[in-house]
């Protein structure tokens, strides 16, 4: 099949490379030229574990291009896929103006009957909008898509090639047919291709990413809860999550979730509530949950420093919101370096994979630094911030002695509290009441 994916962001880059590596002749477009000059060579732009090697394997086999000619791109696909920003505005509603603005310009570009799939996490009435749009410029029959994607940074490649369910929406034969066999690769060991009305496969990305945003806030919560009552939130995470019905994903208490998802879902999703004139108390204390969250670890640090950290030397381990991605897009490091630099504290940091993207959020307010261990000459205090698996099990001899104090503040619960204390740390974890602080 003939596509085109409008769009290399996280989203885009992989679907156009997934699609490309199950036999498409795929044609990704982005108005970005040293963007597509850098995709043309082979170079992957983003750090996503397999991308690469598909992107290059696929390129080479020349099923796979770039380009920033969209109207070319939409003269020869069948289906075109639109993977574009959808960045939160400042009262928390999604900005459409890149979605709208590239349907105008496939509908002025139609020679035929295409469909129009919006990959792009946007709000129920989106594919109505540009259904619209494109009728407005075109008398060529077509169809808009509803396809959510449940990609996980860091494992995105591998939840595309091998998706737990596909949620189409649409209520057109053509389209459903189309989509049912460009998926048919992807769903063949049984996993449900799910087809429904194009607004309820909207809601249903933002219904899931909210649901886990839930799980996430409310083991937050019973972690805080864990500190004051003495007990230890691993001990309580075992115990719920080998219910079934509860299920252990998502269960981890940590500083908070950040990323491109989270956050902005849960905050499109209160707004879209409020345009219905519908409350939604719960997602309302999950968002109020999560921004006190990112602060835990820094209350700590004022709290064991006797709130005087002027002229601290901090070593941050971790900068991206989760490991395996480079992705720092609200991430709880930028809440964390944020508050500590207000305190006049020095931040020496390291993050195997997310530097540069952190040195174009924020510049060179902070000292990156080359390896993990170099973070910490001079430092006051370790803090961990992301669970990447080089800072499980670090030579903690070697810790202690590049520290000018043995302690660590563990945000996301990686090192086993008796065993710090053994080795003569003063360890501060999250909910861990019985055997750390």
Known sequence: MKLSVIGTGYVGLVVGTCFAES????????????????LKRGECPIYEPGLGDYLRKNLGEKRLSFTTDLETA??????????????????????????LAVAKKIGKAMTGYRVIV???????????RVREIIAAETKHPFDVVSNPEFLKEGAAVLDFMKPDRVVVGTRSQKAIAIMQDLYAPFVRTGNPLIVMDVRSSELTKYAANSFLATKVSFMNEIANLCERVGADIDLVRKGMGTDERVGMQFLFAGIGYGGSCFPKDVASLL???KTYEYTLHIL?????VNKRQKMVIVNKIKRHFDNDLKRKTVALWGLSFKPN????????????????????????????????EMKKKIGNVIKYCDNNYEALKGAN????????????RPDFDRVKALLKEPVIFDGRNIYDPAVMASRGFTYYGIGRGLTGR
């Open 118 to 128: 919006n990959k792009s996490t946007v709000p129920v009435g989106t594919a109505d």
């Open 271 to 273: 707004n879209t509530s």
């Open 325 to 356: 991605t480079d992705d720092v897009r609200d991430a709880p490091s930028l809440t964390i370096i944020d508050a500590l630099l207000k305190e006049g504290v020095t931040i020496r940091a390291f993050d195997p994979e997310a530097m540069e």
């Open 381 to 392: 205090a370790l803090v961990v911030a992301t669970e990447w698996n080089e800072f499980r």
């Open 23 to 38: 036999g498409n002749d795929v044609i990704c477009v982005d108005i970005d030229e040293r963007k597509i000059k850098r």
């Open 284 to 288: 309302d204390a999950v968002e109020a």
């Open 74 to 99: 939409v003269k020869k696909s069948d289906v075109i896929f639109l993977a574009l920003p959808t960045p939160q505005t400042e009262d928390g509603s999604a900005d459409l103006q890149h979605v």
